[in-house]
């Protein structure tokens, strides 16, 4: 497993380090970005980290960011690992584009405290949890460098100048329709994509998508098979997503509020996340999990700094 890295690559300018991923700035002009096995919920990152995870959000999301390229152009240039991916270095946008198929997740928990606008999006009465939306719904978060996103509406952006109108609606088209490949691409698989983030940079003048796309950690999945029955009978469907952490965690007495303690992570639990990982990965992308290639933390530095002459 990786926790953290301390590499310095040839032409390397700075270092940031995320909640989960390790990002090394190549001659302003490229990022190595190496997925860790860190996790985090309610933007705190937990303990302990969960074996193969890392491995497993770079490989799906390199699948996605292939398989979406005529939609949109994406940072992604090469994966010279399992769990590192080297691209194009962007000029981020400070939002998120979250879109949401379903009442779920942080939705539902604003829509069981009585809330019926998110983001300035209204959400209909009488809705029950799990249900569709009529659309798929956009609500949109800052990107917070440290500490909690933050819900922001379309109209705050706007009007605060953080996008342009014309840029941030180019934004929703694309996201409108990455979640509508997604979500098709997901109900092949028997699953149901229902609800996801995206994050976009400027490249060249050009809105490009950066970081990951579609993955446990960035989406929430539900299997179809069980779906509408657990719906109906007031169950949680049973979902591959990082959700099942968080519901673990709020099980357990934390939220990330102030004065919690994080919950013991026991051998059982880690085993138990990472084999989610492992199942989900399985699921959504068709494969094995055993055909990803995993080079050992010594190993990565010669692979990566290849990579990165081919490139230059």
């Given at each position: 497993m990786i926790t953290e890295t301390h590499y310095h690559f040839p032409g390397q300018v700075d270092f940031y380090r995320g909640k989960v991923r390790e990002v090394y700035n190549i001659n302003n002009k490229y990022l190595v970005m190496i997925a860790s096995d860190r996790i985090s919920a309610f933007d705190y990152i937990l303990p302990k980290p969960i074996p193969y995870k890392g491995a497993i959000l770079n490989t799906i999301a390199a699948q996605f960011l292939n398989m979406t390229k005529d939609i949109v152009p994406n940072w992604l240039l090469e994966v010279p690992d399992g769990r590192v991916t080297i691209g194009l270095k962007c000029?981020?946008?400070?939002?998120?584009?979250?879109?949401?198929?379903?009442?779920?997740?942080?939705?539902?928990?604003?829509?069981?405290?009585g809330k019926r606008i998110l983001c300035g999006v209204p959400m209909?009465?009488?809705?029950?949890?799990?249900?569709?939306?009529?659309?798929?719904?956009?609500?949109?978060?800052?990107?917070?460098?440290?500490?909690?996103?933050?819900?922001?509406?379309?109209e705050e952006i706007l009007s605060r100048g953080i996008i342009s109108k014309s840029e941030y609606e180019a934004l929703e088209n694309y996201t409108r329709k990455l979640?509508?490949?997604?979500?098709?691409?997901?109900?092949?698989?028997?699953?149901?994509?229902?609800?996801?983030?995206?994050?976009?940079?400027?490249?060249?003048?050009?809105?490009?998508?950066?970081?990951?796309?579609?993955?446990?950690?960035?989406?929430?999945?539900?299997?179809?098979?069980?779906?509408?029955?657990?719906?109906?009978?007031?169950?949680?469907?049973?979902?591959?997503?990082?959700?099942?952490?968080?519901?673990w965690l709020m099980a357990n007495g934390f939220q990330g509020r102030e004065g919690e303690k994080i919950p013991e992570m026991t051998e059982e639990v880690v085993n138990m996340i990472s084999n989610r990982y492992i199942e989900l990965y399985e699921a959504v992308t068709g494969n094995k999990f055993n055909a990803i290639s995993i080079a050992s933390e010594t190993e990565l530095v010669p692979i990566i700094e290849n990579s990165l002459k081919k490139l230059a």
């Open positions: 000029d981020a946008y400070p939002v998120e584009m979250v879109i949401r198929g379903y009442l779920c997740g942080h939705a539902l928990r604003e829509y069981n405290a209909p009465d009488g809705m029950k949890p799990y249900e569709a939306f009529p659309e798929p719904i956009i609500t949109p978060s800052t990107k917070a460098m440290e500490g909690h996103d933050e819900d922001i509406s379309k979640f509508a490949k997604g979500a098709a691409y997901a109900a092949e698989r028997g699953l149901i994509l229902a609800d996801t983030k995206y994050e976009f940079g400027n490249y060249n003048g050009e809105i490009t998508l950066i970081d990951e796309i579609h993955t446990p950690d960035s989406s929430r999945y539900f299997y179809q098979e069980g779906f509408e029955e657990s719906k109906l009978k007031g169950e949680t469907p049973k979902q591959l997503s990082k959700e099942f952490v968080r519901e």
